[in-house]
Structure formats: structure tokens, C-alpha cells
């Protein structure tokens, strides 16, 4: 089962330089440096403290980058999380301790994804799914900041988004120009930064900056109505302590059951949607089981040090990936950075103000939105756009954990949809033409049937949807034969229902005196058909490898 568990680190090690190390180096600084103002903001917009947003990155970031399956894979809480994490949190029941729990049942989730060796099939989750509850994310991330980004000092926001804008709107008046101004200008110094400087993220200017005026403001021009971390988290310490939780009844599990999940799917799809970016610019490739292990055991492990949920940034992997990181040393490296920075810069924290953190997070949500290529996926197929649109929908308005579930739902529903109008059932009682398929099999190019034998050729899967129409079908036809050939050659695999319909198809001609004959059977399809018995009722003699040796059996029941 553990298999298929390969850490890159200790494959690393194998050859490891000096020159890597130094690249390594680097790259973990810079990244380190990165993560710091989103680690700080994620943590604040998920309804805990500044540290425990730290604290995620220190500890989900190193075990990520240990155990992980990716070489430059970089962990931590992102956007993608904020949404669920809190609407745990504010919920009285559960609290903290609940998304603790939550976190570790993901975790454990994630674990036996990667033991199942499911990491390949995650993969295959629909883009307009992805895109649509993305860009859902990105949008509901976004409304949660106005009142930050406003200075508008609401206190008891409602949870849903529409509740929210309308809260908003009636408190229109309330906006604080000066934090406004505040939030406009981060936004301002973070979108301009890289055209000055490469290597500095505009988010880390842009806290320095605007935390600098925020100070000036209040020491010397005696304005004291901006809210800073220090007002929010009085408490606000450096420490990394063990915080166990009591063990949590069966009840309280069934109620988490859904949030954690969700924590494990966007986990699952957001590490292993970075880390195949990354190998598309690194030319690496990562082990998807072993990264889904990786994460799993870094959500089990952060809970127990107050940490929220993990997984892979595409934003700090990338960042890793551009400043020269090339192994998990880089991502262990910024793990250690932060955590540095976590023991001797926290105070400095305080001082930080709510709507330059509000700013930060509104570049990320734009960043998420993917609001081109939302735009260019509506330009697609109708079931794709309805995929997209139903997932954004649900994701913004109702809860990102319905959205994953119904969007699934549709688009499976919508690829059955698809095969079934692809799949086609078709007719044929005179002269079967071999020379068009290119089949032609000894030395026929045609194959004459008598009159009473008829052939049912089944074009795709014979599931459950085509299954009907193939019953469906075989009702309308009028004159009864006395032979009928059920071409499979097409058919790549047959399911439960398909099967049961076959049966009571043979069941119904035997009742009438007509006799069945399978041709262009496959191994899987056979299997199935042993199995179940039904190969041995209809007649091994009567299961034919090539429509030439069906048509001669078939003929052969005409007297």
C-alpha cells in the first residue's frame, strides 16, 4: 500500500551539491519573505489570529516540503481554505476545537487518497468545476474584506454573501476615508512593485509602507480610528505550543464529516493542481501519491500547534521555482525563515493595519478569480458553461462544500449525457459491408444475411443510459427475428445495468423462440459475462471473436 510513498528529499540527497544548496538558500528566503504578509492575512480572514496563520506555514510548510512528492512544492493555508475555515469557526458549536477536528479527519482523508493511489484520479475533476468554484472563492474571499478595506468597523457580519453586500450597502455612509485610502494605496504599491523590483513581493512593500504611515498618522497627526492587528489581537504572542483536543463523540464527527471533505478536496486539487504547474515549468515530474500523503499528514499533524488547514500555493511554489528553488531544501528553508521571523518580528505585527491586510488579500482574491478564463469557458460547449456557472453559482451564494458535491454531480451527469449521444444503436438485415471498417476477415468483403437474422450493432460503453436506449429500441422493432447478432466489437466496457439488460433481452428471446448471438466481444466485457453466469446460458458456441464467424452461426439457425 506505501509503495508508492517516495519523498524527493531523500531521492535529492543522492546527488546533492553545494550549487544546489546555495540556490536552495535563496529561493527559501525569498519565498519565506513572501509567505509572511499572506500567512498573516489568511489566518486573520479565516477567523483566527495572525499566529495561527503562522504557525501553518512553519509547520505545514516544512512537512510538505519533507515528506511531499513534489521537489519545489511550497505548503501552507491559501485563499482556497478561508471560506470553510470560517464559517467553522464562527459557528458556536464548533469553534476552533471543531476545525481541529475537521482538519485531522481531512488529513486522514488525504492519507488514504494517496495509500489508494488516487492522486492520478483527482486529476480528471472537470476544469469548469474547478474554475467555477475558484472564481467562487475568489468573489466570496473579496466580500469579506469591504469592511476592512472601508474602515466601515461593522461588528456581527452575517455569514451568507448576500446578507453580507446588504449589510454593506445600509452602512455605505460609514466609510472611513482615511482607511480607505490606506487600502487603496497598498493595492496601488503591490500591483507597481514588480515593475521596480523582481525579486521583493509587493505585498511585503506594501505592509512596510503603509504600516510606516499608519504609525506616523497616530503618533503625530493624532488619528487613532484605523484598526491595526495590534487593536484586534490584543494577545498577539510568538510561541508554538502542543494543543491537544478532547477526543470528539461520533455525532460531532457526522456533523464535521462534510466541512473536513471539502478540506481534503480542495487540499487534494489545489497541491496537486500546483504541483503539475510546476512540472510543466520545471520539466520535473512529481509523485501525486506521495504529495496526497504529504498533505494529509501535515493536516493531522498542524491541529495539535493551533494551525488551520494546508496545502500547496501556486503562487509560493511558483516563486520558489522562479528564484532558483529546485528541491524540498528550498521549501524546509522557508519554513525555518518564517519561523524565525515569527519569534523576533511578531511584535512589529501589531502595528500592522486591517486595511493594508484587506489590500492584500483583495490582489489575491483577483488573482484566484481567473476571470479570463471564466470568460473564455463560457465561450465553450453549453454543459460546460452550465458546469461553470452552477459551481460559481452555489460556491458564492449558498456553501463551497454543496458546490464541490452538485458540481460533480452535473458534470458526470452531462458526460453521460454526452456518451449516450454518442453511443448509437443501428440495424442491419440484409448485407454487412466489412470493406468500410477496413474488418474484412479471411477473404469477404460482404457478408449476406438470410432473411431472419438481423444484427444490432452497439457504437460505445453499454452502461446504464444507452442500456435503455438499446431496450428502448429493440421495442419499436416490428417483425420479429429469428436470429439476433448483438455486435459488440465497439463496446469497451459493459456495467451492472447494461448486464441486466442483455439478460432479460436473451431471457425474452428465448421466450419467442429467437436465439442470441454476441459478436466482437472484448476480455473485459467477457469477464463480465462469465461471471454472471450469462455466457453459459446463451452458449459459449453462440459468443463469437468476429461478426464473420457470428453471420455463419447465425445463418446456420436458418433452415
Wanted: net charge positive; glycine share 8%.
Amino acid at each position: 500500500m506505501f509503495l508508492s510513498f517516495k519523498p524527493k528529499l531523500f531521492v535529492t540527497f543522492k546527488n546533492y551539491t553545494k550549487d544546489k544548496f546555495i540556490a536552495d538558500l535563496m529561493a527559501g528566503l525569498i519565498v519565506g519573505i513572501v509567505a509572511l504578509p499572506l500567512a498573516i492575512a489568511f489566518g486573520i480572514a479565516s477567523g483566527v489570529s495572525p499566529e495561527q496563520g503562522l504557525i501553518t506555514a512553519v509547520i505545514g510548510g516544512f512537512i510538505v516540503s519533507f515528506l511531499g512528492g513534489s521537489n519545489v512544492q511550497i505548503g501552507g493555508p491559501t485563499g482556497a481554505f478561508i471560506i470553510v475555515v470560517f464559517g467553522i469557526v464562527a459557528n458556536p458549536e464548533l469553534g476552533v476545537s471543531g476545525l481541529a477536528i475537521a482538519t485531522v479527519i481531512a488529513g486522514i482523508i488525504l492519507i488514504l487518497m494517496g495509500c489508494l493511489k488516487l492522486g492520478t484520479i483527482i486529476k480528471f475533476i472537470p476544469y469548469p468545476i474547478i474554475v467555477g468554484f475558484t472564481s467562487g472563492i475568489a468573489l466570496t474571499i473579496f466580500s469579506t474584506q469591504i469592511n476592512d478595506l472601508f474602515g466601515m468597523s461593522i461588528n456581527n457580519m452575517p455569514g451568507d454573501f448576500i446578507s453580507k453586500w446588504e449589510v454593506y450597502f445600509n452602512n455605505i455612509g460609514n466609510i472611513n476615508f482615511i482607511a480607505a485610502g490606506l487600502s487603496i494605496t497598498s493595492i496601488f504599491i503591490i500591483i507597481i512593485t514588480p515593475k521596480f523590483f523582481k525579486k521583493i513581493p509587493g505585498s511585503l512593500i506594501a505592509i512596510i509602507v503603509v504600516t510606516v504611515i499608519t504609525y506616523l498618522l497616530k503618533k503625530y497627526a493624532n488619528v487613532n480610528e484605523i484598526t491595526t492587528i495590534g487593536d484586534k489581537f490584543p494577545d498577539l504572542t510568538a510561541s508554538i505550543k502542543f494543543s491537544g483536543f478532547e477526543l470528539p463523540s461520533i455525532e460531532k464527527i457526522n456533523q464535521l464529516l462534510p466541512s473536513a471533505f471539502t478540506i481534503a478536496m480542495l487540499g487534494g486539487i489545489e497541491s496537486l493542481l500546483s504541483a503539475t504547474v510546476a512540472d510543466g515549468v520545471t520539466g520535473d515530474s512529481h509523485n501525486s501519491n506521495t504529495e496526497l500523503i504529504a498533505q494529509g499528514t501535515a493536516n493531522i499533524v498542524v491541529p495539535f500547534f493551533g494551525g488551520i488547514p494546508v496545502t500547496g500555493a501556486i503562487a509560493r511554489t511558483m516563486t520558489n521555482i522562479n528564484n532558483g528553488g529546485r528541491s524540498p531544501v528550498a521549501g524546509i528553508i522557508h519554513a525555518v525563515v518564517l519561523l524565525l521571523i515569527m519569534f523576533f518580528l511578531i511584535p512589529l505585527a501589531k502595528y500592522i493595519p486591517m486595511a493594508c491586510l484587506a489590500g492584500v488579500l483583495v490582489i489575491v482574491s483577483y488573482n484566484m478569480s481567473e476571470w479570463r478564463t471564466f470568460r473564455s469557458l463560457l465561450k465553450n460547449s453549453k454543459s460546460d458553461a452550465t458546469v461553470l456557472i452552477t459551481t460559481f453559482l452555489i460556491t458564492t451564494i449558498f456553501d463551497l462544500t454543496i458546490a464541490i458535491e452538485i458540481g460533480l454531480l452535473l458534470a458526470m451527469l452531462l458526460f453521460m449525457r454526452r456518451m449516450i449521444e454518442v453511443s448509437n444503436v443501428s440495424v442491419i438485415t440484409d448485407v454487412i459491408d466489412l470493406s468500410k471498417d477496413k474488418e474484412i476477415y479471411r477473404s469477404e468483403e460482404k457478408l449476406a444475411l438470410k432473411k431472419g437474422v438481423e444484427v444490432y450493432e452497439i457504437d460505445g460503453p453499454f452502461f446504464f443510459g444507452i442500456a435503455n436506449k438499446f431496450d428502448a429500441y429493440m421495442k419499436v422493432i416490428g417483425e420479429k427475428p429469428k436470429v439476433r447478432i448483438i455486435r459488440m466489437r465497439k463496446v469497451p466496457f459493459m456495467d451492472s445495468t447494461g448486464l441486466r439488460n442483455l439478460e432479460i433481452l436473451y431471457r425474452l428471446s428465448k421466450a419467442e423462440d429467437i436465439v442470441v448471438v454476441l459478436s466482437g466481444v472484448n476480455e473485459r466485457v467477457r469477464q463480465m459475462l462469465t461471471i454472471s453466469g450469462l455466457s453459459e446460458k446463451i452458449g459459449e458456441e453462440n459468443i463469437c471473436d468476429h461478426i464473420s464467424k457470428a453471420v455463419e452461426k447465425g445463418n446456420s439457425y436458418i433452415k
